[in-house]
């Protein structure tokens, strides 16, 4: 069984690192989404009451100064600390919610210096290593069975979430248990997940019996990587594309600009489906000249 864990982790790095490119490189790429220019936005200097730089004279004759030291702040309060769910935290979600993205930053940090530690020989890492393992696995083991009680004992919660969150928070869960489980009960210094680790890195035998919670863990850590970016989970990669190219997008449109001309090809779309205010087979820009009705104004 380690033979296969030491193979299946460089299939799951592949799939996680190509299928990830893939699918930012598609989103990238995707048709203007609908700019919600609401104030304030972080990038702007006058974000500390709301202001913009549309309040200037002739503002379209100016240049535009962004901070883009505003922006990243917001950004890294919101990866990091989940201020919007802190500050909206109606269900009492945000400690749990907290503990288990803690516990997924964590633990990828925990395997990166892992592998970094037996590719350079290094034994500098190894304090932290042993500090950080057990750490991830608690705070992520804690947060992912909080937020399924949480959903699970509110109706307002459970009337919304779907089977594939369930199933994401378990998921996630077992990663962490077992992990925690193998530390606890035969990994104490974690010396058979490094064995493992340089088998995989160096297509090894290992020296040592690999106990069944070990390659467990990292069998479900594998899993769990191929299946991120195929799932819902994946809006950690994207996050940057929600914020910088829709939350906080307020350019103004110039005439003829690569905008402007992307958005005029946007409007000649056909829409394919159907809806008490749509009209199937008219163009978008068509669509935006009807009435609610659908008659032509």
Do not use: C
């Not at 799932?231 to 950690?236: A, D, G, N």
């Not at 997008?249 to 056909?270: G, W």
Request: glycine content about 8%; aromatic content about 18%.
């Amino acid at each position: 069984m380690e033979v296969i864990v030491s193979y299946l982790a460089w299939v799951a790095v592949a799939v996680f690192v190509l299928v990830g490119l893939y699918r930012m490189l598609r989103y990238a790429s995707l048709p203007v989404f609908l700019r919600w220019e609401l104030y304030p936005v972080p990038t702007e200097p006058r974000h500390h009451y709301g202001g913009s730089y549309m309040e200037e004279v002739d503002f379209v004759k100016k240049a535009r100064h962004h901070t883009r030291i505003g922006g990243l702040i917001d950004m890294a309060s919101e990866v990091f600390l989940l201020k919007k769910l802190k500050d909206y935290n109606q269900f009492g979600l945000w400690p749990f919610s907290f503990l288990m993205h803690w516990g997924i930053y964590l633990l990828f940090l925990w395997f990166l210096l892992l592998a970094v530690e037996a590719r350079l020989k290094l034994g500098v890492f190894t304090g932290l290593v042993n500090f950080l393992g057990p750490v991830a696995f608690i705070s992520g083991a804690f947060g992912s069975l909080g937020l399924i009680l949480k959903r699970v004992g509110n109706d307002k919660l459970g009337s919304y979430t779907t089977p594939e969150d369930y199933f994401n928070l378990i998921f996630l869960g077992a990663v962490f248990g077992s992990g925690l489980i193998a530390w606890s009960y035969t990994d104490l210094t974690f010396d058979y997940t490094r064995a493992l680790i340089k088998q995989a890195l160096f297509f090894e035998t290992s020296p040592l019996p690999i106990p069944f919670w070990v390659w467990l863990h990292l069998l479900l850590f594998e899993l769990f990587l191929i299946y991120l970016p195929f799932s819902k989970l994946f809006h950690y990669a994207i996050k940057y594309l929600t914020f910088d190219k829709i939350l906080w997008d307020d350019a103004f449109k110039v005439k003829d600009s690569p905008l402007d001309r992307k958005i005029a090809k946007q409007l000649s779309y056909i829409v394919s489906w159907a809806g008490p205010h749509i009209v199937p087979g008219k163009t978008w820009l068509e669509e935006a000249q009807l009435t609610d009705g659908g008659g032509e104004k």
